[in-house]
């Protein structure tokens, strides 16, 4: 090897020992703290948008929940009264100004009715507004919370008369058809304070019609 390529191979290794260097020195850096800040805001903003997702997602679950149950309660309910209905007899409505349109023919609408069940028990399904249940009474005895956070109990009764009535010109004494509208929201009586929400509180509207099967002729 002669002097210039001695010099040459020198200066080489100058360079490629400096290269060395750096790349370790940048190796030993690390992270710097404007690098690690960005990095937490950035994992910070994930975090929370996961949780927002997760609470909503909880929170959807809890009101569903809540009106599949009130779902529920309100439909048996409302088939209790009309199998009551469907299969009782000597209907009426309690109002007095009520009772003298169905006597009379015309059709009468009240928040509540009367008949007596097959075992001959007087039974009144009736709603008290004051404490938003419904109520069933059998032989005035003490009355049944049926449901409660009902804010509309209406029974349209359809009046006929019997075989009898009609003969004598007499007065209509007969249920030819009850048309029923239950309207219940969740009883705000609970104390979860997560659920007592617009959604959570929305109303639940139910009608049916039923006929007594003793009266169809």
């Known amino acids: 090897m002669n002097r210039y390529q ?9 360079r490629l020992d400096r290269v060395s260097r750096t790349t370790f020195c940048s190796l030993r850096r690390g992270v710097t703290v404007t690098e690690l800040l960005i990095a937490l805001a950035i994992s910070a903003t994930l975090l929370v948008a996961a949780m927002g997702a997760i609470d909503g997602s909880l929170r959807a679950y809890s009101i569903n929940t809540v009106q599949a149950d009130l779902s529920q309660k309100s439909r048996v309910a409302l088939h209790r009264l009309t199998s009551d209905i469907r299969s009782s007899r000597a209907h009426s ?4 100004s009520a009772v003298s349109s169905f006597t009379q023919g ?8 009367v008949f007596f ?6 039974v ?10 419904l109520r069933i009474t059998i032989n005035g005895n003490t009355p049944i919370v049926l449901l ?7 029974v349209k009764m359809t009046p006929t008369q019997s075989a009898t009535a009609r003969r004598t010109a007499g007065a209509f004494d007969l249920l030819a058809r009850a048309d029923i509208t239950l309207t219940v929201k969740r009883d705000l009586n609970d104390n979860d304070n997560d659920l007592k929400e617009s959604a ?8 049916t019609a039923v006929s007594p099967k003793q009266n169809v002729w």
């Open 124 to 133: 009144t399904y009736a709603l008290d507004t004051s404490s938003q249940e």
């Open 148 to 154: 409660r956070g009902v804010t509309q109990f209406t």
């Open 106 to 113: 015309l059709i009468a609408t009240d928040n509540a009715i």
């Open 200 to 207: 959570a509180r929305q109303s639940l509207k139910l009608t």
């Open 93 to 96: 409505p309690v109002a007095t």
């Open 117 to 122: 069940d097959a075992d001959d028990r007087e």
């Open 6 to 14: 001695y010099h040459n191979h020198q200066k080489l290794n100058v």
